[in-house]
């Protein structure tokens, strides 16, 4: 699962908005260089997460040949647009949850503003 992660945060940094797309060595010595110090670098595992990405959906072969640049997907873009607005809404709505004091009095509900 590291493989696939680090695949796709490379891509995203390596900024793949040109034509071209990511070259499979850029993206391979993006991978390698996020390793962590005790974890060496498996060329197979790395190769199946990256097909397994574009059997998904999440990235697009671009180039002359196949597998020689790849892309983030249209679709894999927008759901993860998607998610983070998700992530940001639940947050928001933590935020005006905690900002709200309720006390009780005898028969009623007194909502008040917390501090600011």
């Given at each position: 699962?590291?493989?696939?992660?680090?695949?796709?945060?490379?891509?995203?940094?390596?900024r793949?908005?040109?034509?071209?797309?990511?070259?499979?060595?850029s993206?391979?010595?993006?991978?390698q260089?996020s390793?962590?110090?005790n974890?060496?670098f498996?060329d197979?595992?790395?190769l199946?997460s990256?097909?397994s990405a574009?059997?998904?959906?999440?990235?697009?072969?671009?180039?002359?040949k196949?597998?020689?640049?790849y892309k983030?997907s249209?679709?894999?873009?927008?759901r993860r647009a998607?998610s983070v607005?998700?992530e940001?809404e639940k947050l928001r709505?933590?935020?005006?949850?905690?900002?709200?004091v309720?006390?009780?009095?005898k028969?009623h509900?007194?909502?008040?503003?917390g501090p600011?």
């Amino acid at each position: 699962m590291f493989y696939h992660s680090a695949i796709l945060s490379a891509i995203d940094e390596l900024r793949d908005c040109h034509l071209a797309g990511s070259s499979l060595s850029s993206i391979r010595h993006h991978v390698q260089a996020s390793l962590p110090e005790n974890k060496s670098f498996r060329d197979s595992a790395f190769l199946q997460s990256l097909k397994s990405a574009v059997d998904k959906g999440e990235l697009v072969c671009v180039g002359r040949k196949i597998g020689d640049h790849y892309k983030l997907s249209t679709d894999y873009k927008k759901r993860r647009a998607e998610s983070v607005e998700e992530e940001a809404e639940k947050l928001r709505e933590e935020k005006r949850r905690r900002d709200r004091v309720h006390t009780r009095t005898k028969n009623h509900v007194v909502v008040a503003a917390g501090p600011k």
